[in-house]
Every structure is written in C-alpha cells, then in structure tokens.
C-alpha cells in the first residue's frame, strides 16, 4: 500500500519520511509568506532523494466559502507559486475545504479557480466534498479526509487521510496520482523516446465533455435514473458558447452507415450519424440540427458531419451526444466511447517517432498503411495515433513476412519506406 505524508509548518527529515513508508509529500502554498509553505531548497531535497510532491493551496480553513473571485484570485496565486518552484504541468494543485461544508457553498469557490488553473484541480474535504465536487466542475482528484466523513470512504476518492501524528499525517494512496519526482536522466544518443503531440478529436470545436459515460443522474420529479440503462450511455459535448448550429465533427474515421433521423429506432436520438470503424464498432453523434453528411460516404475524424441541436425526445438543451455500440446490435450493446486521433494535414512519417507509447500523427500514418497492407486477417488497427500493444504486433508481422527482418517493432527507414510503397500511400518518410 503507498503512502502520501503531508505536513506543513514541521519539517521531518527525508529519514523520517522513509521510516514512515511514504513514498511522496503533500506540501503547501498560500502565498509564499507563510513558514508552513514549500521551498526551492526544500524541494531540491525530496526531489533529490527519490520522492514525490503534491501541492494544496490554504490560506484560511473556511476561504472556499469565499465565492469564484476568491477561487479566481487564489488559483492565479497558486499558480504563480507553484511554477516558481519548477512544478510540471499535467500534475494536479489541491484546493483545501478544510471544514464541514455543503459542496453548493464551496461549487463557486472551484469555479473562479477553473477559469485561471494552469495545472489539473484536486480538492481537499470531507466525504460529501469528494462525492461532489470530484469529476464534476472540473475537479479531477479527491483528497479525502476521515473528518467530517462519518466513517465513509468516498469512491471519488484518491487519497484518505487517515493516520494523524503530533507533527505530520499519513495518507493512503486509493486510486493513482501523479506527482513531482526527479526528472529521469536523458536518453543515451540515439535511443527513441515516445512522443506525444496532444491531438484529438474534439466533437465540438472547444468544446469538452459534460456528462461523461458512465454518470449516475436520478431525475428529482420521478426519483429514477434519466436513462434506460440507469447510467449515462454515452458522453455529452457542449462547446464553449451557443451551441445551436455549431459544427459537429466526427470522433472516428470510418464509414457512414446511417445519417437520418433515429437511425437507432428510439425516437430520443433524434437527428443522427452513425459511423462504423475499422474496428466494426459503430459511433452516433446524436440529437443534430442537421445532417451535413449522406449514408455511403468515408469520414476522416475530425471532419464536419452536421450541426449541433437538441432533436429527439431525450434532449435537454442543445448539445451532441455520443454513443457507441456494437455493429447491428441494440441499445444494450452501447460501451465507453472512443477518439481517433484526428486527421492530419501533413503526410509525413519521422521514423524516429514510431516506438511504443508515442501518440501522433507518424504513428497515425503507419496505423493506415499497415491496414492498407492488411496483416490483420480482416480486423483492422483502430486508427488512433497511439502506438500500442496491438500496433507492435501488426509491425513485427510486417518485417518478419514482409521484410524477412526480426520483429523487432521498431521500424527502420527502409522498412517504412516499403510499407508505405506497398500501401499506396502518398506519404513523405523522414528518418
């Protein structure tokens, strides 16, 4: 089991912190003018000797109460803190409810600090805290402590702190955390490293999940679930402003085997495209103003295939909702939907890109023309950018049975250079 230790005005010695089994720190901001805040010479220190950091902001235990421009201001505050230290990006900062409070009266507090945060959101609190504000207003991690909590652990739940000392806390790790540790030494010469670009499709242009897969809503007339499933069967995009009429791009490449009005024969659809991948799965951007699509055609992801709206009975407002299903089958069949990466502008392959983990446009390019070549007895690689598992084994069956070469999974130039030949593929290979 991993445990996190937070303290704040002590200063246990990095001896201490290994005796106590924890393998990361969770240390505070608030401003740069209190002694209990993290230090350069002190994060030197932990860094150095192989352990992990977290942040949380705390000023006062009651300032969440304080309203957005609050949040606003000590976010910014935060923020400015922390990559003064050297904090990296993708690493979440805490925000402290560091008392019994109803999550309405703290909502606005984490909304003003969404609107500057730089880096992922954490929030620190009691059980109905973590139950409420995690994966909602987008808050991605819970830090949950026993106060307050009457006993229960909540499932938003990251860390629980749950052993108290005179000078410091324990925290059990229940769901993974990314922290601050030591950057890792550089590759020797030569030596491919992932990369990661940062596309993907977005359904609506700047636009973001609202209601994800997966979410448990129970409607307060009825007391029952909104959906037949008893949990949201798909994921909900609305874009930054109005959305009625906004452009809806496709979230996977693939053929357009419905674009009609419930082509799922439920009349809360309304208006829809449904697309089938190489995968033969099948994804429906749902509730269209419009179709700007015909039945038949190939769809890059990424491409315009109607215009948002609020069709269908199941609707509530304007916004695309996205499901996926199993070809052929019915609304029981729906999964986690997916994203391909999206459709790059530029045909180019750097060679040096295609290793395992990396996500961009190179692999994308070899994901086509290894499904071009067809190695993969009919079932195709989903065209998702991202090296994987599933990519490397369709690689070593080209060099071996196509090359005579060892599977090694790593391209070579000329490798590439014939794989791209036999495809068919007008695409440019750098090595």
Known sequence: MSVFMDYSYARPTVEQIRAADATAVIRYLSGGTSAKDLTAAEARTLLDADLGILLVWETTAGRAGAGATAGEEDRSRAEGQANLLGYPAGIPIFMAVDYDAHPAMVAPYFQGAHRVAGHPTGVYGGVRIIDSLVGQSDVSYGWQTTSWSGGVVSSNAHLLQDQRYPNWDLNRVLKPVPTWTKAPPPPPPGVRVPVEDNRFVAVLAGGKITTPYG????????????????????????????????????????????????????????????????????????HLNSLEIKTGTYVHAGEQVGTCGATGSGAHGDHCHVERRHAKFGYWQHERPLYDYPYPPDQIIHVQELVTGSRCASVYWVQRALNAVSLANGRELRLSGRFDKAMGDEVAKFQTQKCGDPGDRLLGPKQTEKLVEMAGLHVEVVA
């Open 215 to 286: 979410a448990k809503l129970t409607n307060p007339a009825t007391g029952r679930s909104y959906w037949m499933a008893g949990y949201h069967p798909g994921d909900d995009w609305n874009g930054p402003g109005n959305d009625h009429g906004a452009p809806v791009f496709a979230p996977v490449e693939g053929q357009v085997v419905a674009a009609k009005r419930n082509a799922w024969p439920i009349d809360a659809y309304g208006l829809q495209v449904v697309i089938q991948d190489a995968l033969g799965e099948r994804t429906a951007c749902c």
